[in-house]
């Protein structure tokens, strides 16, 4: 009886704890994802499946390098870098959702090894930092325009303080001739332009 007792308590734990980490992967507001190293996902939680604009039962089975990378050859240089270091942190990928619309991710992962110490999957989280990367790109803009209006108040500054000594030579010099007509008339196409 002990031992039965003892039996039915060890699987009423491993129910809580499967449970419990159950909850914590569906109730996360980030991507959420088992992947093959083939790159077909095995499970993503509803976050992940609505951030690249599926259902979660639609998104079991896809492939990844095919209808979520950009670019297939970016998948290639994450794979390499995630086998040959066994994880990544911080990892930014250009993903695409279903609709066309590119998403900017950070990626935090690692590989799944089986008892052979093979790599069969990745397990990891993916943060949506598209709308923080279009700030930077907006708020990177806008420093951009302000120095390109620094030189050109410069520029304008400069150039206008040599004017003003053109103007006021012209006018010393259309002080000094009085007589010769034709150097009065360039002098004064000088002062005009």
């Known amino acids: 009886f002990t031992k039965s007792l003892g039996n039915c308590l060890a699987y009423e734990r491993v129910r809580v704890n499967e449970s419990k980490y159950r909850a914590l992967f569906e109730e996360s507001r980030d991507a959420v994802f088992i992947s093959s190293s083939q790159g077909r996902l095995l499970d993503m939680n509803a976050a992940g499946a609505k951030m690249l604009g599926y259902t979660p039962k639609e998104i079991r089975g896809v492939s990844i390098p095919q209808s979520i990378y950009e670019d297939e050859s970016d998948w290639?240089?994450?794979q390499g870098v995630i086998e040959r270091i066994g994880h990544v942190q911080d990892?930014?990928?250009v993903l695409r959702r279903r609709d066309g619309k590119l998403l900017y991710v950070l990626e935090t992962s690692?590989?799944?090894h089986d008892e052979t110490?093979?790599?069969i999957a990745y397990r990891g989280i993916m943060r949506n930092v598209t709308e923080h990367r279009q700030l930077q790109q907006q708020?990177?803009?806008s420093q951009r325009m302000d120095s390109l209006g620094l030189l050109a108040g410069g520029v304008a500054h400069d150039f206008n303080n040599l004017l003003t000594g053109m103007l006021g030579f012209t006018a010393l010099?259309?002080?000094?001739i009085?007589?010769?007509?034709?150097?009065l008339e360039y002098l004064s196409t000088v002062e005009e332009s």
Do not use: F, P, W
Request: no cysteine.
């Open 76 to 78: 290639m240089r994450y």
């Open 91 to 93: 990892y930014e990928h």
């Open 110 to 112: 690692s590989v799944v």
């Open 117 to 119: 110490g093979d790599i």
């Open 139 to 141: 708020l990177s803009q």
């Open 173 to 176: 010099i259309q002080s000094h």
């Open 178 to 183: 009085q007589d010769d007509d034709t150097l």
